[in-house]
T-cell receptor
Framework: GAGVSQTPSNKVTEKGKYVELRCDPISGHTALYWYRQSLGQGPEFLIYFQGTGAADDSGLPNDRFFAVRPEGSVSTLKIQRTERGDSAVYLC????????????????FGEGSRLTVL | ELKVEQNPLFLSMQEGKNYTIYCNYSTTSDRLYWYRQDPGKSLESLFVLLSNGAVKQEGRLMASLDTKARLSTLHITAAVHDLSATYFCAVDVTSGSRLTFGEGTQLTVNP
């Protein structure tokens, strides 16, 4: 597609439930990122995929969070046993690949999925 | 641990005035990005600065990078209301695997 697409745009769930958030990156972008943004804060890194593999998952806060990208395109962020503190906007971004001579490393962000845990 | 600090965090200015937003970071990097975010919206890329001394301009905004001072500036010239938004700088020390964002500068331009 023309831009990064995220669904759902809004998700309200109850504490303890399981949630999946989906990201469809810009066509041809090999790198995909998940960030989390709390109100009034800058985005915080969660995980980075290069192709199908999670190249850096050091930003995932705990083992309730997991993300996959099985075919190197669409990615799903999965949150188990949600807690109220998980409430935030989850942003997905994609880029052409690692920054280097040919790539600027510029990230293109989707509109985000707003998660509210009651 | 990389720290990125923006100053000021809140800025209220009148139309027609000039001002500068500062972005300091704690670890050597020559890749810095500026993004704009409107309320309830996602982040829009404004500038990509990839070397010491880089300067980019778009309309009333100009961004620069001093890697020796670990400082980037976003200068606003003759502000207009449409520039009201939150501006983030982000630094890359990993050659593309992650960006570390500042807290953001919430800019309000008053008529």
């Amino acid at each position: 597609g023309a831009g990064v697409s995220q669904t759902p745009s809004n998700k309200v769930t109850e504490k303890g439930k399981y949630v999946e958030l989906r990201c469809d990156p810009i066509s041809g972008h090999t790198a995909l990122y998940w960030y989390r943004q709390s109100l009034g804060q800058g985005p915080e890194f969660l995980i980075y995929f290069q192709g199908t593999g999670a190249a850096d998952d050091s930003g995932l806060p705990n083992d309730r969070f997991f993300a996959v990208r099985p075919e190197g395109s669409v990615s799903t962020l999965k949150i188990q046993r949600t807690e109220r503190g998980d409430s935030a906007v989850y942003l997905c971004a994609s880029s052409e690949g690692l920054a280097g001579a040919a790539n600027t490393g510029e990230l293109f962000f989707g509109e985000g999925s707003r998660l509210t845990v009651l | 641990e990389l720290k990125v600090e923006q100053n000021p965090l809140f800025l209220s200015m009148q139309e027609g005035k000039n001002y500068t937003i500062y972005c300091n970071y704690s670890t050597t990097s020559d890749r810095l990005y500026w993004y704009r975010q409107d309320p309830g919206k996602s982040l829009e890329s404004l500038f990509v600065l990839l070397s010491n001394g880089a300067v980019k301009q778009e309309g009333r905004l100009m961004a620069s990078l001093d890697t020796k001072a670990r400082l980037s500036t976003l200068h606003i010239t003759a502000a207009v209301h449409d520039l009201s938004a939150t501006y983030f700088c982000a630094v890359d020390v990993t050659s593309g695997s992650r960006l570390t964002f500042g807290e953001g500068t919430q800019l309000t331009v008053n008529p």
